[in-house]
């Protein structure tokens, strides 16, 4: 059971142009959404994270977007890069009482940003 | 500040041997946690820790241990190794908040179990 998802697994674009990340959820007891940037061979690093009592963050060429009612977040890229070619992670957690912060990530989805 | 620490890089082990991944963290971080990825499944929790003493199962706990015997250390063990155990694993760290789910990872340990 899937509770985060990324249904594409890659996504190709010329540099300068708009990348666009998708990824879904179905826990709606998730109150936080991050995005994570991976290259190979090393950790993921935190790129930009919402709350969910936002629907857009911005910082610099990326912003997040949330729609609750659609249980769906996107990222947007402007302009993309070479350097932006990586895994993107989407995660989700749920704080709650517990306050533990526990990550719950999709699958991945490769971009390539072609020069 | 080395941030997050993970060794080995890579291991190489036969089936039913043991062995433990090293993680440590210089941040103070209450939380640490393991996670693995596999090809086409992202990153699954295996377990997490929320401070000296206290450690929790995530979606993926069996064949593993972990202990937590002070704030910087979060090993975790694999009694009796499995070909499905085979992956790649990354530790992560970060401060116990209401807020933020902003967690530090590192490098990761390439494990391949024959």
């Known amino acids: 059971d899937q509770q985060v998802k990324q249904n594409s697994p890659s996504l190709s674009v010329q540099e300068g142009r708009i990348s666009i990340l998708n990824c879904d959820y179905t826990n709606s007891m998730f109150d936080y959404f991050l995005w994570y940037k991976k290259y190979p061979a090393e950790g993921p690093t935190f790129l930009i994270s919402i709350s969910s009592i936002k629907d857009k963050n911005e910082d610099g060429r990326f912003t997040v977007f949330l729609n609750k009612s659609a249980k769906h977040l996107s990222l947007h890229i402007v302009p993309s890069q070479p350097g932006d070619s990586a895994v993107y992670f989407c995660a989700a957690s749920s704080h709650g009482s517990s306050n533990t912060g526990k990550l719950i990530f999709g699958q991945g989805t490769t971009l390539q940003v072609k020069p | 500040n080395a941030g997050v620490t993970q060794t080995p890089k890579f291991q190489v082990l036969k089936t039913g041997q043991s062995m433990t991944l090293q993680c440590a963290q210089d941040?103070?971080?209450?939380?640490m946690s393991w996670y693995r990825q596999d090809p086409g499944m992202g990153l699954r929790l295996i377990h997490y820790s929320v401070g000296a003493g206290i450690t929790d199962q995530g979606e993926v706990p069996n064949g593993y241990n972990v202990s937590r015997s002070t704030t910087e250390d979060f090993p975790l063990r694999l009694l009796s190794a499995a070909p499905s155990q085979t992956s790649v694993y990354f530790c992560?760290?970060?401060?116990?908040?209401?807020?933020?789910?902003?967690?530090?990872f590192g490098p990761g340990t390439r494990l391949t179990v024959t």
């Open positions: 992560a760290s970060s401060y116990l908040t209401g807020v933020s789910g902003e967690q530090y």
């Open positions: 941040m103070n971080h209450e939380y």
